[in-house]
């Protein structure tokens, strides 16, 4: 079983900063992709950036140029740092991971989500 355990939120005034981490444990024979997704009151989760193993990423336009994704892959951990938040960054920020197993199959999965509250 994996684990992936979120870190980070809060609230912030407008124009402010937060770090979230993501720590995956347990037993797996390796991470691939990881990313963030958002899901604000009312509204569907979606997608806010996504990381290879090799640092490829990917950002959804609302969040280019100011929030940054990174991991460490010998700590299994993905960031993100995000900058000039808006009140419309308001949401519970959930952490994503395929991770391949022992028998080479991949599966996804999901941290249980951090608060984050921007304050106009």
């Known amino acids: 079983q994996v684990q992936l355990v979120e870190s980070g939120g809060g609230l912030v005034q407008f124009g402010g900063s937060l770090r979230l981490s993501c720590a995956a444990s347990?037993?797996?024979?390796?991470?691939?992709?990881m990313g963030w997704y958002r899901q604000a009151p009312g509204k569907q989760r979606e997608l806010v950036a996504t990381i290879s193993r090799g640092g490829t990423t990917n950002y959804a336009d609302f969040v280019k140029g100011r929030f940054t994704i990174s991991r460490d892959n010998a700590k299994n951990t993905v960031y993100l740092q995000m900058n000039s938040l808006k009140p419309e960054d308001t949401a519970v920020y959930y952490c994503?991971?395929?991770?391949?197993?022992?028998?080479?199959?991949?599966?996804?999965?999901w941290g249980q989500g951090t608060q984050v509250t921007v304050s106009s």
């Open positions: 994503n991971a395929v991770v391949l197993n022992y028998h080479l199959v991949d599966r996804g999965y």
């Open positions: 347990g037993s797996f024979f390796r991470i691939n992709d």
